[in-house]
Protein backbone atom coordinates (compact mmCIF):
# COMPACT_ATOMS: atom_id res chain seq x y z
CA UNK A 1 0.00 0.00 0.00
CA UNK A 2 1.26 3.21 -0.67
CA UNK A 3 1.19 6.17 1.46
CA UNK A 4 1.17 8.78 -1.73
CA UNK A 5 -2.26 10.36 -2.53
CA UNK A 6 -1.95 9.54 -6.77
CA UNK A 7 -3.71 11.31 -9.00
CA UNK A 8 -4.63 7.49 -10.57
CA UNK A 9 -5.77 4.73 -9.30
CA UNK A 10 -2.38 2.63 -11.32
CA UNK A 11 0.28 5.21 -11.62
CA UNK A 12 2.85 3.57 -13.72
CA UNK A 13 6.61 3.91 -12.05
CA UNK A 14 8.75 5.79 -13.78
CA UNK A 15 12.42 5.46 -13.00
CA UNK A 16 14.47 7.43 -15.97
CA UNK A 17 13.76 9.28 -18.73
CA UNK A 18 16.10 10.96 -21.84
CA UNK A 19 15.49 12.79 -24.71
CA UNK A 20 11.46 12.06 -25.96
CA UNK A 21 11.47 9.35 -23.93
CA UNK A 22 10.19 7.56 -20.60
CA UNK A 23 11.24 4.04 -19.06
CA UNK A 24 9.36 2.17 -16.26
CA UNK A 25 10.40 -0.05 -13.42
CA UNK A 26 9.87 -3.19 -15.86
CA UNK A 27 12.16 -1.44 -18.47
CA UNK A 28 9.37 -0.33 -20.55
CA UNK A 29 9.90 2.58 -22.96
CA UNK A 30 7.13 5.00 -23.60
CA UNK A 31 7.72 7.77 -26.51
CA UNK A 32 6.82 10.62 -24.73
CA UNK A 33 4.20 12.36 -27.48
CA UNK A 34 2.76 14.98 -24.80
CA UNK A 35 5.59 15.70 -22.91
CA UNK A 36 4.00 15.26 -20.09
CA UNK A 37 1.24 17.55 -19.91
CA UNK A 38 2.78 19.90 -22.50
CA UNK A 39 5.32 20.63 -20.16
CA UNK A 40 9.04 19.25 -21.41
CA UNK A 41 10.33 21.59 -24.38
CA UNK A 42 14.15 20.92 -23.87
CA UNK A 43 13.63 16.93 -23.67
CA UNK A 44 13.90 14.65 -20.78
CA UNK A 45 17.04 14.28 -18.71
CA UNK A 46 19.53 17.47 -19.94
CA UNK A 47 22.39 17.39 -17.90
CA UNK A 48 23.18 21.49 -17.92
CA UNK A 49 20.46 21.62 -16.14
CA UNK A 50 21.04 19.31 -13.92
CA UNK A 51 24.64 20.97 -13.34
CA UNK A 52 23.27 24.57 -13.03
CA UNK A 53 20.26 23.94 -10.86
CA UNK A 54 23.22 22.11 -7.96
CA UNK A 55 25.33 25.23 -8.68
CA UNK A 56 22.21 27.59 -7.68
CA UNK A 57 21.53 25.31 -4.65
CA UNK A 58 25.26 26.06 -3.33
CA UNK A 59 25.37 29.58 -4.08
CA UNK A 60 21.62 30.73 -2.89
CA UNK A 61 19.11 27.85 -2.27
CA UNK A 62 15.79 29.98 -1.22
CA UNK A 63 15.14 33.71 0.01
CA UNK A 64 12.54 35.60 0.82
CA UNK A 65 11.15 37.60 -2.12
CA UNK A 66 9.43 39.97 0.57
CA UNK A 67 13.18 41.19 1.23
CA UNK A 68 15.34 39.73 -1.54
CA UNK A 69 15.99 39.45 -5.30
CA UNK A 70 18.82 37.30 -6.55
CA UNK A 71 21.15 38.01 -9.51
CA UNK A 72 20.00 35.07 -11.05
CA UNK A 73 16.53 36.12 -11.31
CA UNK A 74 17.60 39.80 -12.58
CA UNK A 75 19.72 38.18 -15.20
CA UNK A 76 16.23 35.36 -16.35
CA UNK A 77 14.00 38.47 -16.75
CA UNK A 78 16.46 40.73 -18.56
CA UNK A 79 17.24 37.62 -20.67
CA UNK A 80 13.61 36.96 -21.65
CA UNK A 81 12.50 40.59 -21.95
CA UNK A 82 13.21 40.40 -25.10
CA UNK A 83 11.50 37.29 -26.19
CA UNK A 84 8.29 38.77 -24.54
CA UNK A 85 5.22 40.08 -26.47
CA UNK A 86 4.95 42.46 -23.49
CA UNK A 87 5.89 45.84 -23.63
CA UNK A 88 8.71 46.85 -21.15
CA UNK A 89 7.83 42.93 -19.31
CA UNK A 90 7.95 43.20 -15.60
CA UNK A 91 8.32 39.46 -14.52
CA UNK A 92 6.38 38.16 -11.39
CA UNK A 93 7.48 34.32 -11.11
CA UNK A 94 5.51 31.82 -9.45
CA UNK A 95 5.26 28.23 -8.74
CA UNK A 96 3.08 27.00 -11.91
CA UNK A 97 0.51 28.24 -14.48
CA UNK A 98 -2.32 27.95 -11.98
CA UNK A 99 -0.69 30.58 -9.92
CA UNK A 100 0.22 32.88 -13.07
CA UNK A 101 -3.25 33.04 -13.37
CA UNK A 102 -4.42 33.73 -9.86
CA UNK A 103 -1.36 36.42 -9.84
CA UNK A 104 -2.61 37.92 -12.97
CA UNK A 105 -6.13 37.94 -11.51
CA UNK A 106 -5.31 40.20 -8.25
CA UNK A 107 -3.08 42.54 -10.63
CA UNK A 108 -5.58 43.33 -13.12
CA UNK A 109 -7.49 44.27 -9.54
CA UNK A 110 -4.67 46.24 -8.12
CA UNK A 111 -4.42 48.45 -11.68
CA UNK A 112 -7.80 49.47 -11.86
CA UNK A 113 -7.67 50.09 -8.26
CA UNK A 114 -4.76 52.30 -8.79
CA UNK A 115 -6.23 53.99 -12.03
CA UNK A 116 -9.41 55.18 -9.31
CA UNK A 117 -11.77 52.66 -10.41
CA UNK A 118 -12.16 49.98 -7.38
CA UNK A 119 -15.39 49.14 -8.49
CA UNK A 120 -13.95 47.05 -11.93
CA UNK A 121 -13.08 43.64 -9.63
CA UNK A 122 -14.68 41.11 -12.74
CA UNK A 123 -12.37 38.89 -15.45
CA UNK A 124 -14.06 37.67 -18.32
CA UNK A 125 -12.99 34.45 -20.36
CA UNK A 126 -14.55 32.05 -22.70
CA UNK A 127 -16.99 29.48 -22.25
CA UNK A 128 -14.52 27.15 -23.60
CA UNK A 129 -11.48 27.74 -21.94
CA UNK A 130 -8.84 26.32 -19.12
CA UNK A 131 -6.68 28.83 -16.98
CA UNK A 132 -6.17 26.77 -13.93
CA UNK A 133 -6.74 24.60 -11.27
CA UNK A 134 -7.04 27.03 -8.18
CA UNK A 135 -10.33 28.23 -7.65
CA UNK A 136 -10.24 31.53 -9.79
CA UNK A 137 -8.31 30.38 -12.24
CA UNK A 138 -11.04 27.32 -11.95
CA UNK A 139 -13.35 29.73 -12.17
CA UNK A 140 -12.28 31.44 -15.14
CA UNK A 141 -12.16 28.15 -16.79
CA UNK A 142 -15.17 26.21 -18.99
CA UNK A 143 -13.86 23.25 -18.01
CA UNK A 144 -17.40 21.27 -16.77
CA UNK A 145 -16.15 17.99 -15.39
CA UNK A 146 -13.11 20.05 -13.79
CA UNK A 147 -15.63 22.93 -12.19
CA UNK A 148 -18.35 19.83 -10.94
CA UNK A 149 -16.87 19.20 -8.05
CA UNK A 150 -16.58 22.95 -6.70
CA UNK A 151 -19.71 25.06 -8.18
CA UNK A 152 -20.83 26.28 -4.77
CA UNK A 153 -17.10 28.26 -4.55
CA UNK A 154 -17.32 29.58 -8.09
CA UNK A 155 -19.51 32.05 -10.04
CA UNK A 156 -17.43 35.11 -9.44
CA UNK A 157 -16.83 35.27 -12.84
CA UNK A 158 -18.23 35.61 -16.32
CA UNK A 159 -17.59 33.57 -19.32
CA UNK A 160 -18.43 34.86 -22.82
CA UNK A 161 -20.30 31.78 -25.02
CA UNK A 162 -18.30 30.29 -27.47
CA UNK A 163 -14.79 29.01 -28.59
CA UNK A 164 -12.19 30.24 -31.13
CA UNK A 165 -14.01 27.85 -33.38
CA UNK A 166 -17.06 30.04 -33.63
CA UNK A 167 -17.93 32.14 -36.41
CA UNK A 168 -15.62 35.25 -36.58
CA UNK A 169 -13.69 38.08 -35.39
CA UNK A 170 -16.78 40.36 -35.77
CA UNK A 171 -18.97 38.13 -33.88
CA UNK A 172 -16.66 37.26 -30.92
CA UNK A 173 -15.93 41.26 -30.20
CA UNK A 174 -19.53 42.01 -30.32
CA UNK A 175 -20.11 39.38 -27.14
CA UNK A 176 -17.14 40.67 -24.88
CA UNK A 177 -18.23 44.23 -25.75
CA UNK A 178 -21.92 43.92 -24.96
CA UNK A 179 -20.50 42.01 -21.43
CA UNK A 180 -18.60 45.01 -20.90
CA UNK A 181 -21.13 47.32 -21.26
CA UNK A 182 -23.85 45.88 -19.71
CA UNK A 183 -21.80 45.51 -16.77
CA UNK A 184 -19.85 48.34 -16.40
CA UNK A 185 -17.09 46.58 -14.11
CA UNK A 186 -15.01 44.32 -16.13
CA UNK A 187 -11.15 44.45 -15.27
CA UNK A 188 -9.51 42.21 -17.54
CA UNK A 189 -10.07 39.31 -20.07
CA UNK A 190 -8.34 36.36 -20.45
CA UNK A 191 -7.86 33.98 -23.47
CA UNK A 192 -5.44 31.46 -24.85
CA UNK A 193 -4.12 32.71 -27.78
CA UNK A 194 -4.46 29.13 -29.47
CA UNK A 195 -6.45 26.89 -27.66
CA UNK A 196 -5.26 24.14 -25.13
CA UNK A 197 -6.51 21.37 -23.06
CA UNK A 198 -10.20 22.85 -23.21
CA UNK A 199 -10.82 23.10 -27.37
CA UNK A 200 -7.73 20.62 -28.78
CA UNK A 201 -5.53 23.17 -30.23
CA UNK A 202 -8.43 25.37 -31.72
CA UNK A 203 -6.80 28.57 -33.71
CA UNK A 204 -8.71 31.81 -33.88
CA UNK A 205 -10.63 33.39 -37.09
CA UNK A 206 -8.64 35.80 -38.82
CA UNK A 207 -8.50 39.19 -36.88
CA UNK A 208 -9.33 37.92 -33.94
CA UNK A 209 -7.13 39.24 -31.39
CA UNK A 210 -7.22 42.50 -33.08
CA UNK A 211 -10.49 42.98 -32.53
CA UNK A 212 -10.58 41.86 -29.06
CA UNK A 213 -7.87 43.90 -28.34
CA UNK A 214 -9.18 46.82 -29.86
CA UNK A 215 -12.38 46.72 -27.62
CA UNK A 216 -10.04 45.96 -24.69
CA UNK A 217 -7.90 49.40 -25.09
CA UNK A 218 -11.31 51.60 -26.19
CA UNK A 219 -12.98 50.54 -22.82
CA UNK A 220 -9.45 50.55 -20.18
CA UNK A 221 -9.87 46.83 -20.24
CA UNK A 222 -6.61 44.64 -19.31
CA UNK A 223 -6.08 41.87 -21.73
CA UNK A 224 -4.48 39.04 -20.31
CA UNK A 225 -2.61 36.15 -23.00
CA UNK A 226 -2.80 32.75 -21.35
CA UNK A 227 0.26 31.04 -22.68
CA UNK A 228 0.75 28.59 -20.31
CA UNK A 229 0.66 25.81 -22.71
CA UNK A 230 1.43 27.68 -26.15
CA UNK A 231 4.84 29.54 -24.99
CA UNK A 232 8.48 29.09 -25.27
CA UNK A 233 8.48 27.70 -28.81
CA UNK A 234 5.55 25.56 -28.79
CA UNK A 235 3.47 26.84 -30.94
CA UNK A 236 6.58 27.27 -33.45
CA UNK A 237 7.22 31.18 -32.30
CA UNK A 238 8.60 31.64 -28.94
CA UNK A 239 4.64 33.01 -27.83
CA UNK A 240 1.63 31.65 -29.81
CA UNK A 241 0.81 35.84 -29.36
CA UNK A 242 3.84 36.68 -31.96
CA UNK A 243 1.53 34.73 -34.66
CA UNK A 244 -1.37 37.35 -34.39
CA UNK A 245 1.11 40.31 -34.01
CA UNK A 246 -0.52 40.90 -30.54
CA UNK A 247 0.86 42.81 -27.66
CA UNK A 248 -1.06 41.64 -24.52
CA UNK A 249 -1.16 44.21 -20.98
CA UNK A 250 -0.46 40.77 -19.06
CA UNK A 251 0.80 37.35 -20.00
CA UNK A 252 1.17 34.47 -18.17
CA UNK A 253 3.35 31.41 -19.19
CA UNK A 254 4.78 28.45 -17.42
CA UNK A 255 4.84 24.67 -18.33
CA UNK A 256 8.09 25.29 -20.71
CA UNK A 257 9.14 27.76 -19.39
CA UNK A 258 11.32 25.40 -16.79
CA UNK A 259 10.22 22.36 -19.14
CA UNK A 260 9.15 20.14 -15.94
CA UNK A 261 12.46 20.45 -14.18
CA UNK A 262 11.41 22.84 -12.12
CA UNK A 263 7.80 23.82 -10.53
CA UNK A 264 7.50 27.15 -12.51
CA UNK A 265 4.82 29.72 -13.86
CA UNK A 266 5.33 33.57 -14.71
CA UNK A 267 2.91 36.46 -14.83
CA UNK A 268 4.46 39.06 -16.94
CA UNK A 269 2.98 42.70 -16.85
CA UNK A 270 3.87 45.39 -19.33
CA UNK A 271 5.69 48.56 -17.38
CA UNK A 272 2.90 50.34 -17.66
CA UNK A 273 0.65 48.43 -15.74
CA UNK A 274 3.64 47.59 -13.24
CA UNK A 275 4.16 51.31 -13.01
CA UNK A 276 0.46 52.52 -12.46
CA UNK A 277 0.41 49.86 -9.30
CA UNK A 278 4.00 51.38 -8.08
CA UNK A 279 6.62 49.11 -6.64
CA UNK A 280 5.78 47.43 -3.58
CA UNK A 281 2.26 47.79 -3.42
CA UNK A 282 0.95 44.54 -5.38
CA UNK A 283 -0.06 42.91 -1.87
CA UNK A 284 -0.03 39.91 -3.52
CA UNK A 285 2.89 36.99 -3.04
CA UNK A 286 4.03 33.10 -2.57
CA UNK A 287 6.46 31.90 -0.38
CA UNK A 288 8.11 30.23 -3.26
CA UNK A 289 7.47 32.86 -5.71
CA UNK A 290 10.32 34.28 -7.48
CA UNK A 291 12.89 31.35 -6.37
CA UNK A 292 16.70 31.72 -7.09
CA UNK A 293 16.76 28.22 -8.07
CA UNK A 294 13.61 28.47 -10.69
CA UNK A 295 15.31 31.21 -12.17
CA UNK A 296 18.69 29.47 -12.43
CA UNK A 297 16.62 26.77 -13.95
CA UNK A 298 14.60 28.22 -16.72
CA UNK A 299 17.34 30.75 -17.73
CA UNK A 300 19.35 27.42 -18.12
CA UNK A 301 16.47 26.30 -20.75
CA UNK A 302 16.48 29.74 -22.07
CA UNK A 303 19.32 29.12 -23.28
CA UNK A 304 19.16 26.20 -24.30
CA UNK A 305 15.96 26.51 -26.95
CA UNK A 306 18.52 29.50 -27.70
CA UNK A 307 21.11 27.92 -28.75
CA UNK A 308 19.87 24.88 -30.53
CA UNK A 309 16.73 26.86 -32.55
CA UNK A 310 14.40 24.83 -30.82
CA UNK A 311 11.65 27.59 -32.02
CA UNK A 312 12.46 26.98 -35.63
CA UNK A 313 12.68 23.22 -35.34
CA UNK A 314 9.17 23.12 -33.36
CA UNK A 315 7.63 25.09 -36.24
CA UNK A 316 8.64 22.49 -38.95
CA UNK A 317 8.65 19.44 -36.86
CA UNK A 318 5.02 20.32 -36.61
CA UNK A 319 4.55 20.40 -40.04
CA UNK A 320 6.32 17.09 -40.74
CA UNK A 321 4.03 15.97 -38.00
CA UNK A 322 0.77 17.14 -40.05
CA UNK A 323 2.26 15.67 -43.02
CA UNK A 324 2.26 12.38 -41.46
CA UNK A 325 -0.63 12.18 -39.53
CA UNK A 326 -2.61 13.20 -42.67
CA UNK A 327 -1.01 10.52 -45.09
CA UNK A 328 -2.14 8.19 -41.88
CA UNK A 329 -5.43 9.45 -42.84
CA UNK A 330 -6.25 11.54 -39.98
CA UNK A 331 -8.52 14.25 -41.14
CA UNK A 332 -8.95 16.52 -38.60
CA UNK A 333 -6.11 17.93 -37.70
CA UNK A 334 -5.18 21.77 -35.49
CA UNK A 335 -2.66 23.55 -33.47
CA UNK A 336 0.04 25.34 -34.75
CA UNK A 337 4.23 23.62 -34.47
CA UNK A 338 4.33 20.91 -32.01
CA UNK A 339 0.90 21.60 -30.52
CA UNK A 340 -1.23 19.51 -32.43
CA UNK A 341 -4.96 18.60 -32.17
CA UNK A 342 -6.12 15.41 -33.57
CA UNK A 343 -9.89 14.33 -33.55
CA UNK A 344 -9.63 10.52 -32.54
CA UNK A 345 -13.36 9.47 -31.32
CA UNK A 346 -13.17 8.25 -28.11
CA UNK A 347 -9.97 10.66 -26.15
CA UNK A 348 -9.99 8.75 -23.31
CA UNK A 349 -9.86 4.92 -24.88
CA UNK A 350 -7.12 6.15 -27.46
CA UNK A 351 -4.89 7.59 -24.48
CA UNK A 352 -5.34 3.95 -22.87
CA UNK A 353 -4.62 2.32 -25.85
CA UNK A 354 -1.58 4.37 -26.93
CA UNK A 355 -0.35 3.58 -23.64
CA UNK A 356 -0.27 0.08 -24.00
CA UNK A 357 1.41 0.97 -27.25
CA UNK A 358 4.17 2.87 -25.32
CA UNK A 359 3.33 5.95 -27.14
CA UNK A 360 2.39 9.16 -24.33
CA UNK A 361 -0.66 11.20 -25.53
CA UNK A 362 -2.46 14.16 -23.36
CA UNK A 363 -6.48 13.80 -23.75
CA UNK A 364 -7.90 17.25 -24.53
CA UNK A 365 -11.90 17.09 -25.25
CA UNK A 366 -13.78 13.91 -24.92
CA UNK A 367 -12.92 13.05 -29.07
CA UNK A 368 -9.48 14.64 -29.16
CA UNK A 369 -6.00 14.55 -28.06
CA UNK A 370 -3.09 16.44 -27.89
CA UNK A 371 0.35 15.76 -29.15
CA UNK A 372 3.15 18.15 -27.30
CA UNK A 373 6.25 16.21 -27.41
CA UNK A 374 9.78 17.94 -26.70
CA UNK A 375 10.98 20.62 -28.94
CA UNK A 376 13.58 18.12 -29.56
CA UNK A 377 11.64 15.49 -31.52
CA UNK A 378 13.54 13.71 -34.76
CA UNK A 379 11.61 12.89 -37.32
CA UNK A 380 11.91 9.42 -37.12
CA UNK A 381 10.27 9.71 -33.80
CA UNK A 382 7.85 11.90 -35.16
CA UNK A 383 7.45 9.19 -37.68
CA UNK A 384 6.82 6.44 -34.74
CA UNK A 385 4.03 8.04 -32.73
CA UNK A 386 1.96 8.29 -36.20
CA UNK A 387 2.71 4.29 -37.01
CA UNK A 388 1.97 4.40 -33.12
CA UNK A 389 -1.70 5.87 -33.21
CA UNK A 390 -4.69 3.48 -33.51
CA UNK A 391 -5.69 4.19 -36.86
CA UNK A 392 -8.54 6.48 -37.34
Sequence with gaps: MSSVFHRTAHPIEAVAAEGCWVVDSGGRRYLDAAGGAIVCGIGHGRRQVALTMAAQVAAVDYVHAATFTTPVLESYATALAPHLPVSDSRVFPVAGGSEATETAVKLALAYQTARGKPHRTTIVSREVSYHGNTLAALDLSGRPTLRAPYEALLGRFVRIPGSLESPDAGW???????????????????????????????????????????????????????????????????????????????????????????????????????????????????????????????????????????????????????????????????????????????AAAVTVACRERGLLVYPATASAILLGPPLTITDSEIDLIVERLPTP
Design 172 to 346: HAAQLESVIAERGDVAAFIGEPIGGASSGGALPPEGYWQALAEVCRRHGVLLIADEVMTGFGRTGAWFASDHYSLQPDVLTAGKGAASGYWPLGLCVASGEVADTIGAGSFVHGFTFSHHPIGAAVALAVLEIIESEGLVARAATSGDHLRVRLGEAGFGNVTGRGLLVGVEVGD
